[in-house]
């Protein structure tokens, strides 16, 4: 890498958050928090809007709630070797459904309950 290259990545920094389409944003937003312990961030509307954002750690979600949309997404979230320690421990403790797939690779999926789903890798 070029020392251009790494001023670049400094100084340019991308940041993303992934919009996660859903049938009602209330069920969405109990999935996302108490089975995956998230955080609620924001809520239009004072709570009562359908549009949210969870975040856990560095991985930040919106939520939307549209009636014209059926969209599904896949989000890949890579997690420390701690991290996915956790994650396999939280699945037990919360009953999270989950499942091995593959993906390239060996993945955990978790589908959120409008089919968008989570993948996990399951080593570096």
């Given at each position: 890498m070029t020392e251009t290259t790494v001023r670049e990545q400094i100084t340019h920094?991308?940041?993303?958050?992934?919009?996660?389409?859903?049938?009602?944003?209330?069920?969405?937003?109990?999935?996302?928090?108490?089975?995956?312990?998230?955080?609620?961030?924001?809520?239009?509307?004072?709570?009562?809007?359908?549009?949210?954002?969870?975040?856990?750690?560095?991985?930040?979600?919106?939520?939307?709630?549209?009636?014209?949309?059926?969209?599904?997404?896949?989000?890949?979230?890579?997690?420390t070797a701690d991290g996915l320690t956790a994650l396999r421990r939280e699945i037990v403790e919360r009953s999270i459904p989950s499942e091995k797939s593959w993906w390239g690779y060996d993945v955990i999926k978790i589908v959120d309950p409008d089919g968008n789903e989570l993948l996990f890798p399951e080593a570096k």
């Open positions: 920094r991308w940041y993303t958050r992934p919009v996660l389409f859903v049938a009602d944003v209330n069920r969405a937003l109990l999935f996302y928090i108490d089975m995956l312990g998230f955080e609620k961030r924001w809520h239009e509307g004072d709570g009562a809007g359908k549009v949210c954002q969870v975040s856990r750690a560095e991985c930040e979600i919106i939520l939307c709630e549209d009636a014209t949309r059926r969209d599904k997404a896949r989000l890949f979230v890579e997690l």
